[in-house]
């Protein structure tokens, strides 16, 4: 069986952009070494796992490629961001994953859900930090930029709340309440709605805050989950597998499923990440794992931005890394993205996702984009299949 190399360009799909000819930005990318892997091996375009009406979500998206229903195995958002950030979850806390955000003091409402994306927030979590309420212990722990992950720590606790993140600028920041008529998820709520009324007041005086524009004086908290346990990867596949990653969410993915983590210096998830490390690491540790998980984060961001310029420019910059992997033997090399994340909606779609399998057969697709994808051997299939079509072209 050859060994596999998966790389998830997040929010790799895209729309038509009229500044970019009517193209998407990996249609208008300049892109040899990705359309080599397309030329010479299987292509075709994957439909992201969502609930019905909703947009897909990275959590969800991941779990299914690797074969996981999301419906059944996913332990919620916060539990997924407080693995990766590295926090110790006890089997009754309750985590949620956070954003400091800009309100105006006068209205309430947000002007900024990520503060400016502020990335030096060790202080600003440092003195939110420590904090109990009615026998709950509050624990905060900085992700990457804005992002934080949080853990309610106590008795009589439920991850059936809501969120107080509107996802919207110019409204109010909405209150925490129980998802569920039970006392345990009444208790959670009035526990997080005095949290966050106790940062507010800590933020809002704090005097790294009063030297910034946009000041991180609030707090977003959505994703309220509770560790599950599951079938991991090697029990579920027999496969010795690894991750690579800078983002915090799929460090925390690759930890819920078991995979082991390789680190790589300056791999940040942003668009500085060591594009040319991740990679060159990944060839080289393909010699001691089956399977390797190197997750590649910036696009999504910048479409998120609408910067679809930047994300056609970051693509672009992928592919001039992708070279020593182009006639290693033995491997099966797969290329894809989680989402899409449409530049001009600023947010993840349903657009499907292009593929491209290398190592295996090959069709006659020439070029890896989500048109010409489409005409690919592999066709169009549900996300939930992509591991049984790796392992079917691995043997």
């Known amino acids: 069986m050859k060994k596999i190399l998966l790389i998830i360009i997040d929010g790799l799909g895209d729309e038509l952009i009229p500044e970019l000819g009517g193209k998407t930005p990996l249609e208008a990318a300049r892109k040899p070494n990705l359309d080599f892997l397309a030329k010479n091996g299987l292509c075709g375009l994957v439909k992201p796992w969502t609930e019905r009406g909703k947009l897909p ?38 985590c949620l994953r956070g954003n400091f955000a800009t309100i105006n003091e006068k209205t309430m409402e947000i002007i900024d859900r990520r503060a400016g994306r502020i990335e030096e927030t060790k202080d600003l979590i440092k003195a939110i930090s420590d904090i109990e309420i009615e026998g709950v ?31 919207l600028t110019g409204v109010k920041p909405l209150t925490i ?9 009444q208790f959670t709520a009035k526990i997080l709605n005095q949290f966050l009324e106790k940062t507010h007041f800590i933020l809002k005086t704090y005097p790294l805050n009063k030297k910034r524009k946009l000041p991180a004086n609030y707090i977003l908290v959505r994703g309220a989950g509770k560790l599950k346990k599951i079938k991991n990867f090697k029990e579920k596949y027999n496969l010795k597998s690894a991750f690579i990653s800078g ?54 961001n ?14 672009e910059k992928i592919d001039k890394n992708l070279k020593p992997l182009l006639y290693l033997k033995n491997i099966l090399i797969v290329v894809t993205g989680d989402h899409s994340t449409c530049s001009l909606l600023k947010q993840h779609c349903f657009e499907p996702i292009p593929i491209l399998i290398f190592g295996a057969e090959k069709d006659r697709v020439f070029e890896f984009s989500e048109k010409k994808c489409q005409n690919g051997n592999l066709g169009i299939f549900p996300q939930l299949k992509l591991m049984s079509k790796i392992l079917r072209y691995a043997k």
């Open 57 to 94: 979500t990275s959590e969800d998206t991941h779990l299914a490629i690797f074969g996981y229903s999301p419906k059944k195995h996913n332990p919620g958002r916060g539990v997924l961001e407080a693995l990766g950030i590295g926090m110790k979850i006890l089997p009754d806390d309750i």
């Open 137 to 167: 212990k509050l624990l905060i722990a900085k992700g990457i930029s804005h992002r934080f992950a949080l853990i309610l720590r106590g008795k009589n606790l439920s991850f059936k709340i809501s969120s107080n993140d509107p996802k």
């Open 177 to 185: 309440k129980p998802l569920e008529k039970t006392k345990k998820a």
């Open 247 to 300: 983002g915090m969410l799929y460090k925390g993915i690759g930890r819920f499923l078991g995979m082991e983590e390789i680190k790589v210096k300056g791999a940040t998830g942003l668009v500085n990440t060591n594009l040319k490390g991740k990679i060159l690491t990944a060839k080289t540790a393909l010699r001691k794992y089956d399977f390797i998980f190197l997750h590649i984060k910036a696009a999504d």
């Open 302 to 315: 910048l479409a998120e931005d609408g910067n679809f310029f930047g994300k056609k420019e970051f693509l």
